[in-house]
RNA sequence: UGCCCGAUAGUGUAAUGGAAGCACAUGUGACUUUGACUCACAGGGUCCAGGUUCGAACCCUGGUCGGGCAACCA
């Protein structure tokens, strides 16, 4: 498939830069917090920051933004390195660490408060909240703005001997309590933290605060366009600003809006909800959004990337349909699938004229259009298994494929066969039909060519595999669970969502190993479980094939 | 009653002062040893009101609607 390499604002921007000299090579990072798995919301930024490094020749960095050492765990670095590889994206030696930079990054602040720039600010918390004022009206200043740097070089250098006790003061930047945006207003720079640091361990008990840490990272590493989200772009006034005052390398951050989609939720706190309260399996339930868990779905990386070129990138915050990227998965799996025949709600067909004691293998495509894939063997034999809704007493419609008494269809890739009978129970329920083989029509249309309507799947019953089929659907019963204030997003959850049944599948299917992709002919695609083995077969479904029959 | 950002078919985007395109979705039809794939056709759009201009989706002014901002989170 090809991948979308279609231009946006922000490669306009770095275009203009190239262009007027400004930028002679281009430095983007990827800076996820170590605290959560990564989502397709994620895939958007991979994508961006990656993808713009690439088509400029330039360097993504990969950098963990570990400033909170309370929320932080290294327990996510592996996974999260794991996701980005899986998309595709390589950051080669360029793996930072903000927490890399805590000794710089002191001493900036020191050098702030040099400025007369920053100041320790004593008062409590909810105090500071009075000072801040409202957006409609100005704040006060702090007493705190009054200490001298000699003052507030001692008292910072006491707030990293570990001094005061947490919470007692922060370091502040010295900008305009009177500012329209709030984030000008003495922003805090510096709290004091006893938390031991994955990396750090007890070494600090000051770290700093996302404004400040941010913009020094990417300066230190020569960041040349920093991409974040919208809800930054409040903040950039104080990222530059921060960057003018210490005079370092200003790289610019550009901010784009979030990736939405229907049907399902991308805050990291709500989708820990869904875990912790069991409404999923665990983070890797293939019905999260995470990428561990559309992969255990089955999803396409290629598909993913592909999703997020074609979305493009923009400030206008919407919410895309995830009709769009299932079709683009249905385009990917399409063309690399492998098929085979399964049979998930089956009833018994008999073959009276066929012998009881015979086995024939066919053989038949692992692709329809694509020879080079090779071909695949399928037992056939007296009894088979069809879908219960290939058999119909009397056809709604000419477009009926399967069979009535009297219809002959097609065994796919094996004989013509024509419904002779059908047995049922009390209860009216189908136990099994009979049917006629043409035995000349093997392979093909019979010896006079004739055509037929229709043609459906089977399974050998003698040689049929058991297997779990766990049927996945979206997440949500609404577009936007969201969108209703007053509820619970939890009360949309489609219940549906997860159905777990069991089929008869094609023999060759067992030994497939966890992850291998399939499209199960007539039903939809599908792939093998992480847990899935030789002796207990599991199969997810990704998705149904398009216009699912009704 | 503050500041910032945004608004193009149902959805996501393109057009950067010169013919409003594309994709998905929807509908109809063709083809088919998968009701898939593929192919053809169709419907449907510039938030509103002014202004500048030979010409405005694009520039200006004023509205309307939507989102964000008052963590010692990121």
């Known amino acids: 498939m090809t991948e979308e390499t279609k231009t946006n604002f922000i490669h306009d921007i770095i275009e203009a830069d190239l262009a007027s000299g400004k930028r002679t090579e281009i430095v983007t990072r990827f800076p996820p917090e170590p605290n959560g798995y990564l989502h397709i919301g994620h895939a958007k930024a991979i994508c961006l920051d990656f993808g713009t490094a690439e088509k400029y020749n330039g360097r993504c960095n990969l950098r963990f933004d570990d400033t909170n050492p309370d929320a932080e765990d290294e327990e996510y ?238 400030k206008v915050e919407s919410i895309s349909e995830i009709e769009l990227f299932e079709s683009l998965v249905r385009d990917d799996l399409n063309e690399t699938s492998f098929r085979a025949m399964a049979v998930i709600d089956p009833i018994k067909v008999v073959l009276e004229n066929y012998p009881a004691d015979l086995t024939e293998e066919f053989e038949l495509p692992n692709h329809p259009k694509k020879e080079e894939l090779g071909i695949r063997t399928v037992p056939f034999s007296r009894e088979l298994w069809i879908e219960r809704s290939d058999y119909i007493d009397v056809p709604p419609n000419n477009k009926f494929k399967g069979f009535f008494v009297g219809r002959e269809v097609r065994l796919r890739g094996a004989y013509l066969a024509t419904c002779t009978a059908v047995e049922k129970d009390s209860d009216g329920n189908v136990i099994q039909i009979q049917c006629d083989l043409d035995l000349d029509s093997k392979g093909g249309n019979g010896l006079d060519g004739r055509k037929v309507k229709g043609t459906i799947h089977w399974v050998s019953a003698l040689h049929a595999v058991d297997a779990e089929i766990r049927n996945y659907d979206r997440l949500f019963t609404e577009e936007n669970p969201l969108a209703d204030k007053d509820a619970d997003f939890k009360e949309f959850i489609n219940s549906a969502a997860l159905e777990i049944t069991t089929a008869k599948l094609e023999s060759g299917l067992a030994k497939s190993k966890p992850s291998d992709r399939f499209q199960f002919e007539r039903i939809g695609y599908f792939c093998a479980d992480l847990d899935h083995t030789e002796a207990t077969p599991i199969f997810n479904r990704t998705l149904t094939l398009r216009a699912p029959r009704k």
């Open 77 to 314: 670095v592996q996974a999260i390195q794991d996701d980005i590889k899986w998309l595709g994206f390589d950051w080669g030696e360029n793996r930072y660490w903000a927490s890399n930079y805590f000794e710089q990054m002191h001493g900036y602040a020191v050098a702030l408060i040099k400025k007369g720039k920053a100041y320790v600010c004593q008062l409590p918390q909810a105090d500071f909240k009075e000072y801040r004022g409202a957006p409609t009206e100005p704040g006060k200043e702090p007493p705190g703005r009054k200490h001298s740097v000699e003052e507030n070089l001692a008292l910072f250098e006491q707030m990293k001997n570990g001094t005061f006790e947490d919470g007692a003061c922060v370091l502040r930047a010295r900008i305009d309590m009177a500012s329209p945006n709030l984030h000008l207003r003495d922003p805090a720079l510096y709290r004091i933290k006893r938390a031991h640091h994955h990396n750090t361990g007890d070494t600090w008990c000051i770290y700093p605060m996302y404004d400040f840490a941010h913009c020094i990272e990417d300066s230190l590493e020569g960041v040349t366009h920093s991409m974040c989200t919208l809800e930054f772009e409040v903040h950039r006034p104080l990222y530059d600003w921060i960057l003018n005052e210490l005079n370092i390398f200003h790289p610019q951050q550009i901010e784009f809006s979030r990736l939405n989609l229907t049907y399902t939720v991308m805050s990291k706190r709500k989708l820990l909800e869904l875990v912790n309260e069991n409404l999923v399996n665990g983070w890797d339930d293939p019905r999260m959004p995470t990428l561990c868990g559309m992969r255990r779905r089955g999803f396409t990386a290629a598909a993913i990337r592909n999703f997020c070129g074609i979305l493009g990138v923009t």
